[in-house]
C-alpha cells in the first residue's frame, strides 16, 4: 500500500506535470474549442483511461523493453505520428460539418472521441518513457510489493489526469459553445484542431 506521504507528494507533482501545456492538453483543448465541451470531455477522459495501458506497461516490464529497442521505439513512433496526422486530416476532411443532430448521434460521436483520445495517448511512446522514468521515483521497496505500488501510482495519475483534462474541456467548450454559433467561426476552429493534430503527428515522425 502506498502511505500518506506518498501518495499526496506524488499527486502533487504529478497534477503539476499534469497542469504543465503539453500534447494531451493541447489536444483536448483544441477538440473542445472546435467540437464543444462534450466532445473535449469524451476526449480528455479517454487520454486519461490511455495511462492506464503505460501503468500495465510499466508493472510487467514490457515498457522497459521497448525502452531499450530502438526498433519498437521507431515503429511505435511511425505508428502514433501517423495515427495523429490521421485524425488531423479527418478534422480538416469534415471541417464546418454539422454540429447538431439526434441525441444517438451525439452519444456515438462522444464514444469515437472517447477512443481517439485513448489510443492518441497508448500509442504515444514518450508517455511510455515518461511513465518508466516517472512513476518508480516514487516506490518505496522498503514497503514491498512494488508492482502494487507502481499500480496504484498509475491509477491515481489517470484519476488526477482526467479531473484536470475534465475541467480544461469544460472550461474552453463553453467557449467553443459561444465561438460556434457562427459556422464561420466554427469552420476555422475545425481547421485549427486538423492543423493540431498535424503538427503534432508531424513532430513524432521527425523525432524517430
Known amino acids: 500500500m502506498l502511505t500518506s506521504t506518498q501518495t499526496i507528494t506524488f499527486l502533487l507533482m504529478a497534477?503539476?506535470?499534469?497542469?504543465?501545456?503539453?500534447?494531451?492538453?493541447?489536444?483536448?483543448?483544441?477538440?473542445?474549442?472546435?467540437?464543444?465541451?462534450?466532445?473535449?470531455?469524451?476526449?480528455?477522459?479517454?487520454?486519461?483511461?490511455?495511462?492506464?495501458?503505460?501503468t500495465v506497461l510499466a508493472v510487467v516490464g514490457i515498457g522497459a523493453l521497448l525502452a531499450a529497442s530502438p526498433m519498437a521505439l521507431t515503429v511505435l513512433k511511425s505508428a502514433g505520428g501517423l495515427y495523429l496526422m490521421y485524425l488531423g486530416v479527418q478534422a480538416l476532411r469534415h471541417a464546418g460539418s454539422a454540429r447538431s443532430g439526434a441525441q444517438t448521434a451525439e452519444s456515438q460521436s462522444s464514444w469515437q472521441f472517447f477512443m481517439k483520445g485513448l489510443m492518441a495517448?497508448?500509442?504515444?511512446?514518450?508517455?511510455?518513457?515518461?511513465?518508466?522514468s516517472f512513476l518508480p521515483q516514487f516506490v518505496v521497496a522498503a514497503n514491498g510489493h512494488t508492482e502494487?505500488?507502481?499500480?496504484?501510482?498509475?491509477?491515481?495519475?489517470?484519476?488526477?489526469?482526467?479531473?484536470?483534462?475534465?475541467?480544461?474541456?469544460?472550461?474552453?467548450?463553453?467557449?467553443?459553445?459561444?465561438?460556434?454559433?457562427?459556422?464561420?467561426?466554427?469552420?476555422?476552429?475545425?481547421?485549427?484542431a486538423g492543423a493540431v493534430f498535424l503538427g503534432l503527428g508531424a513532430r513524432m515522425l521527425a523525432s524517430r
Open 148 to 192: 502494487w505500488q507502481l499500480g496504484l501510482l498509475g491509477g491515481l495519475f489517470s484519476l488526477q489526469a482526467a479531473l484536470i483534462f475534465g475541467l480544461l474541456a469544460y472550461f474552453s467548450g463553453k467557449v467553443g459553445v459561444w465561438l460556434n454559433t457562427r459556422p464561420s467561426r466554427g469552420l476555422w476552429l475545425d481547421r485549427l
Open 15 to 54: 497534477m503539476l506535470l499534469t497542469s504543465t501545456p503539453g500534447p494531451d492538453n493541447l489536444m483536448v483543448l483544441s477538440v473542445s474549442l472546435a467540437r464543444g465541451r462534450r466532445a473535449g470531455l469524451a476526449f480528455g477522459l479517454g487520454c486519461a483511461v490511455g495511462c492506464l495501458s503505460h
Open 121 to 132: 495517448n497508448a500509442i504515444n511512446p514518450k508517455v511510455v518513457l515518461f511513465f518508466l
